[in-house]
């Protein structure tokens, strides 16, 4: 009871504090929203952080990099793919935000950030994932993996498994919290591979943008440790992560004007340092960027001609393209050319390709879209002419 009565007057404290001071912790909050002194290319090779990446959502395109691929202690960062597991576990009726999750001894001695869970203390899982996603808390977090995956170990499994599913070549977990452990490491590019993967979740942002909110009845303050959540235009979440091996990590995701943006920083000497990388690179994203979704008019899709079909032409298809991401501004500039053949000798599959359209930008070519017949066409052959010939004549 101590611990909690101290935990809740901390957090007060802190709230107080938070709301009272008018400035960023690194700077005027009112600056982020500002299109004036945007960051360039020098100013985000600049940051400081040893380990740093500016990911498309979207495409997964990367923008910026910093030795993305070098391994390093990731800290609490660590519980995103622990909240991946969660929602996937979620989404396949595996778990429900209602289910009654009881307190392991496992997870009551976790150290760090807690909620204070007692051994045999039953908290649901949606007030857990709420504490994990906002607080950090390591025994809440501890209680959710021992619940999903049926141990500790078990579920570290998991993780390990999703990461190699994921394409993350140079994490290893060892535990589902991100406090120190030997071996226990990650990457910048895979940090936001994972954080792409966990927006994939659309329920993540109820509770990763959430400022301040309390756990049972008002009892156990919560603030979120992302202070991007309440000072940055757009921010979605993701993750801090501090540990003495780890330095100061963060993973930053924000949404602007339908571009989506992730920007991870590893190993800041300080708290301010990574709130000011990934805000640098979100910055950068924004002004540098844009979304072009590639456009085909109908009159650029003339029927094809067809050599000995049953049908004298076919008419044309494509899929309509996920946006492109292009330097901001650059729209105009874009050349679109489309190629089809003249005519298509029978048989003609459906689906089958009978030209493209092609985008380029300063020559370079950002979009090709293939463009296929919309239906089949058999060969014209004795049989269908004569069938042919006797519809017609029914026809009279």
């Known amino acids: ?148 995956g049926g141990s500790e170990m078990a579920f570290v499994e998991m993780m390990n498994q999703k990461a190699k599913d994921l394409g993350m070549e140079n994490t290893h977990f060892v535990n589902p919290t991100g406090l120190d452990a030997e071996g226990h490491v990650s990457t910048a590019r895979d940090i936001a591979l994972m954080s792409r993967e966990l927006l994939k979740h659309k329920d993540i942002t109820k509770f990763s943008t959430i400022w301040m909110d309390s756990l049972r009845n008002g009892e156990t303050g919560l603030t979120n440790t992302n202070k991007l959540v309440r000072f940055y235009e757009g921010c979605t979440g993701l993750k801090t992560g501090t540990t003495d091996g780890a330095g100061s990590c963060l993973s930053a995701t924000a949404e602007r004007n339908g571009l989506s943006l992730i920007a991870v920083s590893m190993g800041s000497t300080t708290s301010d340092e990574r709130f000011s990388s990934c805000r640098t690179m979100l910055d950068y994203g924004f002004s540098a960027f844009e979304h072009f979704t590639p456009e085909i008019l109908p009159e650029d899709l003339a029927p094809v001609p067809i050599i000995k079909g049953v049908d004298k032409e076919v008419k044309l298809h494509y899929e309509i393209p996920e946006s492109i991401l292009i330097p901001k501004g650059r729209s105009g500039d874009i050349e679109k050319a489309i190629t089809i053949q003249p005519d298509v000798e029978a048989p003609v599959l459906q689906g089958q390709a009978v030209g493209e359209a092609r985008f380029t930008l300063d020559g370079e070519v950002i979009c090709e879209i293939p463009i296929t017949a919309a239906k089949e066409v058999q060969k014209m052959t004795f049989k269908n002419a004569f069938y042919i010939l006797l519809k017609n004549l029914l026809a009279f």
């Not at 498309?56 to 991946?84: C, H, Q, W, Y």
């Not at 009551?108 to 039953?122: A, C, F």
């Open 1 to 148: 009871m101590f611990k909690k009565i101290v935990s809740t007057l901390l957090t007060l404290s802190l709230c107080a504090m938070l709301i009272n001071t008018p400035v960023f912790a690194d700077g005027n909050p009112e600056d982020v929203l500002s299109d004036e002194a945007m960051p360039t290319a020098a100013d985000v090779a600049d940051i400081p952080a040893k380990s740093a990446i500016l990911m498309d959502a979207g495409s997964g395109r990367v923008l910026f990099e910093k030795n993305p691929d070098e391994p390093m202690p990731p800290a609490s960062i660590t519980k995103i793919m622990t909240l991946l597991l969660v929602f996937e576990a979620i989404d396949e009726g595996r778990l429900s935000y209602s289910d009654m999750i009881t307190c392991s001894e496992n997870a009551n001695s976790m150290g760090g950030t807690q909620i204070w869970l007692e051994v045999g203390e039953q908290m649901s899982a949606e007030d857990l994932i709420k504490a994990t996603a906002i607080n950090s808390a390591n025994d809440a977090a501890m209680a959710l993996a021992e619940h999903v």
